[in-house]
């Protein structure tokens, strides 16, 4: 079974752009999460989706943005970057209601220069 | 005070020792709790998947929960070199939501 695939896996770009990452769950798994990981705070929570519905959002600013397509694959998106969003950004998949926990991707490294 | 709380470490074992990794948590709503492993540049590897208290043994691996101490534990016995690591606890309440809160992560080398 394949597991969760972001793309891109590395991503460079310049202050102000706006970026979009990219995340196939395992199949079957119709729910979504997004987290940023930086070394300073760890991994933290951006938004959660099931079936296309955010049914969580974290404590970021409106400029992180994503959504949820009907194959459960999602999106998220970043405008006007900053140097402070350089991070890894981490799609997690889970079956919803099993006891099975969360699977994570690769991740996408994003540099913001 | 931040809800769950993770000695970042750097700790260092010699091969063959047995590893003791703590997070302690705030809200006693959290009832599943998990332990991920990340390698460098990877992401995070589930590696063990608890509800409420108790013990669960994976191979080297047993978690355990005390959730009226509201701390958990990973022990790996017989450590390897390929264990080291950076392990990151998470938990979360039970409910539809799958929204996961992390310790920091502690950073682990087994030394060969």
Known sequence: ???????????????????????SPISGH????????????????????????????GNFPGRFSGRQFSNSRSEMNVSTLELGDSALYLCASSLQGAATGAFFGQGTRLTVV | ??????????????????????????NSAFQYFMWYRQYSRKGPELLMYTYSSGNKEDGRF?????????????????????????YLCAMRPQGGSEKLVFGKGTK????P
């Open chain 1, 1 to 23: 079974k394949a597991g969760v695939t972001q793309t891109p896996r590395y991503l460079i770009k310049t202050r102000g752009q706006q970026v979009t990452l990219s995340c």
């Open chain 1, 30 to 57: 119709r729910s979504v999460s997004w987290y940023q990981q930086t070394p300073g705070q760890g991994l933290q929570f951006l938004f959660e989706y099931f079936s296309e519905t955010q049914r969580n959002k």
């Open chain 2, 1 to 26: 005070q931040k809800e769950v709380e993770q000695d970042p470490g750097p700790l260092s074992v010699p091969e063959g020792a047995i590893v003791s990794l703590n997070c302690t948590y705030s």
């Open chain 2, 62 to 86: 047993t978690a355990q929960v005390d959730k009226s101490s509201k701390y958990i534990s990973l022990f790996i016995r017989d450590s390897q070199p390929s264990d080291s690591a950076t």
């Open chain 2, 108 to 111: 682990l080398t087994v030394n």
